[in-house]
C-alpha cells in the first residue's frame, strides 16, 4: 500500500520536473525581453477563461486540435510522421468552401451541413492519401513530401481567395465572401461554440480509441508501428496499411478544415490552419501516443494558444510566447523520457 | 543575352545560395556521422535572429556571427545529447526543436523587426576581381560567399582526403566496426553533430546580415526543410550537396525572372514551387527513376553516369549507438 502510494508519489514528481523547467524557461524568456513574468502568465489565464467569449475561443481551438490529433494517433501508432496534416487541414477547408459556395443555396440545411463536413474530410483524407502513395510508391520520406504538400495547399488557398474565390471590392487579405448563414454550424444561444463541434470531437476519439484497441486492423497497425519487418512476414499488408492510415488521418484533419471554416469563420481565409496541425502533433506527442490522454492535452494547449494571444494587446509582447512555453514544454518532458529509461537501462547493469 | 548580363546572374546566383550552401554542407557532415538534426527550419530562423540582434545591439558583425553560430551549436547539442545519451527518437526531437526556435525567433526578435541595421560589406578582392568573367562572378562579392566557397572545399578536403574524415565515414556508416578499430564514436557524434550546428547557424547570421537583410516575422520560413531536401539530393557529399543548393538558387532565380516575363502566372503559384520541386526531386532521386533512365545511355556512359548520381544514406543515419 505504502509502497503504491510512493510509487505515485514518484511518478507524480518525476511528471512535474519537466513543467517546472518548461515554466522556468519560458519565465527566463520573459525576463530577457523585460517583461514581468507575473502579469504575462496572468494575461494569458485572463485571454483563456477571462470571459464566457474567451473560454469559447479555447472551446473552438481545442476542436480543430483534437480532431487532428485522433487522426494523428493512426499515423504515429503506424510508425509513421504525417506532418502534412497542416496541409490536409488546408485542404479539407478548400474543398468544403468549395462545396460551399456550390450547394449552399440548393440543399436544405442539415443535409448541407453533412455534406459540407464531408467534402472536407473527402479533401483532408485524399490529400493524406497523396502522402501515402508517395511514400509507398516514390520512396520519399514523408516528412518532406508532408511538408512539401502542406506550402502546395496554403498557397492554393492564397490562389483562390486572390483569384477565382475574390469577392469584388473587398480587401482579399480577409477570405472569401462570408458563407450563407445556413451554412454556418449552428451554436448555442449566443455563443460562438455548438454542439455539433463538440459532438465531432467526442465521436472522433472514441471511433479512434476503439479502432486502435478492439480491432484486428488497429492491432495490425500497431505491429507495424513498432516493427514492419516482422509485422510484414506476419502478414500486414505494410503498403496498403501506410495508404490507409495517412488518409485516414487527412479524414480527420479535413474535418477540423470543415469545422474551422462552417463554425468559426464561415468563410475561407489565407490562415485558415492557425497551425493547429503541427500543434496536435505536440499533443499527441504529450499524451504519450494515447487516445486517453488527447482531449485534456489538447484543451490545455488551445488554452496556451488563446491565452498568449492577450500578450500583444496587454504588454507589447509576442503571442509566440505560447509556443514555447507549449514546445520547451514537449522537449522536456520527452528529454525526461529518455533520462528515465536510461536510469532503468542503468539499473538493469546493461 | 549578353554576356555582362549573363555573368551578373550567376555571380547573384552564387551570392544569394551563399547561406543555403554553408547550411546543406553543415548538415551533411552530421548526417555523416549518423545523427539527423531535423530542427535545420528553426535554428536558421533563430540564429538568423540572434545574429541580428546581437550585431544590430553591439554594431559588431563578428559578434553577430559568433552568437548565431553559438545557437546552431546549442542546438545541435540538445539533438546530441538527446540522440547519443538518451537514444530518444531524433526525428520527435528535431520537429519539437524546430516549432520551438521558430516561436523562440518570433518572440525574442520581436523588437527588431524591420530595423535597418549593419550588414557584411562588399569586399572585392584585389586584382582578381578584375579578370573578365572569372573575376566578377567568384571574385566580386563580399566575406560571407568567399566563406561558402571555403567551406564546400574545406568539408571536402577532410572527408575524402584526411585520415579523421576516413574515420568520419566510418563512423556513419559502420559505428560498430569504426569503434572496434579505436573511434571514439559518440564523442565524434558530439563533435560533428556541434560542428554542423555551428555552420547551420552561420548560415542564419548569413541570411540576416547578408542575402536577407534584417529581421521579421519568419524570415527565413521554409528554407531549413529546402536544405535537408539538399542533403538528401547531395547523396551526403559536400560538393553534391553545394551544386543542389546552386541548382535550387538558379530555379530560384529563373522563377522571379519568369515572373517579370509573364505577368499573367500569379505570385503563389510561386510560393509553392521550390517545395513542389523540393518533393519532384527527391522522387527522381529516391524513386529510381533516374536509374532506369540511365538505361538510356550507352553502357560506357552508364557506369560514369551512375557513379556520379548514385545516392545513399549513411548506413547508421539515425540509429543509436551503444559502446561498451
Redesign the interface.
Known sequence: MTGAWRKGAGALLTGLVPVVLALAFSTL?LL??GASPLRAYGSMVFGAFGSTAKFTDTVMAWVPLALCAAGLLLTFTAGL?N?GIEGQIVVGAICTTWAARAWQEVLPRPVLLLALLLAGMAGGGLWGLLIGA?KT?????E???G??????A???T??LI??PWRTPGRATMSGTALFERQAWLPTFPGQAVGPVELVLVAVSLAVVYALLRGTRWGLSLKAMGRNPTAAHWLGVPIHRYTLMAFAGCGLFGGLAGAVQTLGLFHRLIPAISSGYG?LA??VV?LSGYRAVGVAPVAFFFAAITKGSLQLPLELQ??S?????L???L??FV??F???R??RKRWAQGE | MDLGFAVAIVASILADSSPLVIATVGETLTEKAGVIN?SLDGTILLSAMTGFAVAYTTGSLWLGFAAAMAVGALVAL?VA??SI????DQ???G???T??C???S???G??FVRKPGPSVPHLPIPGLSQVPVVGPVFFDHNAVVYASFLVIGLAWWWMFRTRPGLVLQGVGERPAAAFARGADVRRLRYLYTVLGGALVGAAGAAYSLSVKLGWSYHHTY?IG?IA??IV?FGGWHPVRAAMGAYLFGTLNTLGSLLQGVIPGL?T??F??T???L??LV??LV???ALERALALFPTGAQRTLRRALRVSAPAALGTTFEQE
Open positions: 524568456t530577457v525581453m510522421w506532418i508517395l510508391y516514390g520512396k520519399v520520406h516528412i518532406f513530401v511538408l512539401g504538400l502542406n506550402f502546395v496554403v498557397a492554393t492564397n490562389f486572390f483569384g503541427y502533433i505536440l506527442m509582447l509576442d509566440a510566447l505560447g509556443g514555447v507549449q514546445g520547451v514537449v522537449l520527452l528529454l523520457q529518455g533520462v529509461a536510461r | 531535423l540538445v545529447v538527446a545519451e538518451l537514444r530518444l526525428v520527435a526531437v520537429f519539437v526543436l516549432l520551438l521558430t516561436d523562440l518570433s518572440f525574442l520581436n523588437p521554409g526543410w535537408l531536401a538528401i500569379p503563389q503559384v510560393q509553392a521550390p517545395f513542389a523540393m518533393i527527391l522522387l529516391t524513386s529510381g
